[in-house]
């Protein structure tokens, strides 16, 4: 088995949590944290609404989690401690200091 501890994810989740894609996100998030990977988490588009619920909470403490301050705008969601609300510039660092990126 190959050893990812200190490996560095970064995931873009534009869903919300009722999408088809959140749960597989999911599982792939819990899956690197549980084998000693970084993660990178930023929400953006619908998936700021994905936020606030419990699932992405929990991973709150084991990942780096931020959230798209124009979407959570948008949505009228309020920027509080849910998350480290931000502008592109982080995603922008996510993409660029991270092993591997994908989305959802």
């Excluded at 699932?55 to 931020?66: G, M, V, W, Y």
Aim: aromatic share 8%; net charge negative.
């Amino acid at each position: 088995m190959v050893d990812l501890t200190g490996k560095k994810l970064g995931v873009l989740l534009t869903t919300g949590p009722e999408h088809p894609n959140f749960r597989p996100a999911l599982a792939l998030m819990n899956a690197a944290v549980d084998s000693g990977v970084r993660l990178y988490l930023y929400c953006i588009d619908e998936g700021v609404r994905a936020v606030a619920t419990p699932e992405i909470q929990a991973l709150k403490d084991r990942a780096s989690l931020f959230g798209c301050a124009y979407g959570a705008h948008r949505h009228h969601i309020a920027v509080d401690d849910s998350a480290a609300w931000s502008g592109l510039t982080v995603l922008a660092d996510v993409v660029g200091s991270t092993d591997k990126f994908v989305s959802f």
